[in-house]
């Protein structure tokens, strides 16, 4: 069977639509264009040509997918950080918009021939990214998760830091050793979400992303009272941790902060206003 661009994308879109899939047409779009490699300026000059039986059986499951609830990124395996692309798996939280604040406000404290601890890293995208910036700079990315550190060193391949980064299971701290191991910079995008509220995320996170990404349970803090409690003893003099935190809780983390030990040099708004990235200096 052989059937058009143009063809393909309308009916894509009306079965994106059926599911529930907001800006379905943008969606089959992009999922054309992955599938054809090419951008959509290509499907919109070429909408009469013709895609072949393996490339329309191909578009059909992944519309499927989409319509389940699958994200997009995950059927791809890829999505754009800070103006690169990573490879991602349901191994990883898809990177989001508003952890490029939390890179940004990084370069802004980092010194020269920075070492660097991303706690929980994922995809690898926050440590990854620093070092592309700062090609003077080590990074140590670690996650409980070894599945999530495969799809990271992918990453750190692709983007040629690789000699730069190491990469360690480890329970936050857990397998690091005080004594050897020092940092300029703590850097985390901990799991935050509350338990109450995963019923009303969106299905695509709810249902697809690594829940222990997601949640810490209980109140959504746990993880980031370790960090406040275990960071400083892997951080320098005057050394910085940086956080993102979740919409709600800019004002139980600074309570949480104990200025005996750590200076708030900031807590920093998001796109929508809300606080997202607390910047803690060790005294």
């Known amino acids: 069977m052989s059937i058009s661009i143009a063809d393909a994308l309308k009916e894509a879109t009306a079965a994106l639509d059926r599911a529930g899939v907001a800006e379905a047409r943008r969606e089959a779009s992009s999922l054309l264009s992955h599938i054809l490699e090419r951008d959509r300026t290509f499907l919109i000059s070429h909408a009469e040509d013709q895609l072949d039986g393996a490339q329309w059986q191909h578009f059909e499951q992944a519309v499927v997918r989409r319509a389940a609830g699958e994200p997009a990124q995950y059927i791809t395996g890829t999505q754009d950080f800070f103006g690169r692309a990573f490879h991602v798996t349901p191994d990883v939280l898809i990177p989001r918009p508003e952890t490029e604040l ?3 406000t990084a370069l802004q404290v980092m010194n020269e021939n920075a070492v660097i601890c991303d706690v929980g890293t994922g995809s690898g995208c926050i440590a990854i990214t620093l070092l592309c910036e700062r090609t003077d700079a ?4 670690v996650d409980v ?4 550190l495969e799809v990271a060193r992918e990453n750190a391949r692709r983007h040629s ?9 480890s329970d936050l701290f857990a397998g690091l050793d005080a004594s050897a191991q020092q940092f300029h910079l703590i850097i985390s995008n901990p799991p935050y979400v509350a338990a109450n ?4 995320l969106q299905r695509e996170v709810r249902n697809h992303e690594p829940r222990v990404a997601l949640s810490p349970g209980e109140d959504g803090l746990t993880i980031i009272r370790r960090l406040l409690n275990e960071a400083p003893e892997f951080l320098q003099n005057n050394g910085h941790l940086i956080m993102e935190i979740g919409f ?3 004002e139980a983390v600074q309570r949480l902060v104990d200025q005996n030990i750590w200076t708030i040099r ?4 998001d ?7 607390v910047v803690l200096q060790k005294r």
Not at 138 to 141: E, F, I, K, Q, T
Not at 161 to 169: E, S, T, Y
């Open 102 to 104: 939390l890179v940004e």
């Open 138 to 141: 080590r990074a140590l990315a």
């Open 145 to 148: 998760s070894e599945a999530a």
């Open 161 to 169: 830091v690789k000699d730069r980064i190491d990469l360690q299971v």
């Open 197 to 200: 509220m995963l019923p009303s």
């Open 248 to 250: 709600d809780q800019g």
């Open 266 to 269: 900031d807590i920093l708004p």
């Open 271 to 277: 796109l929508q206003c809300i606080p997202r990235i």
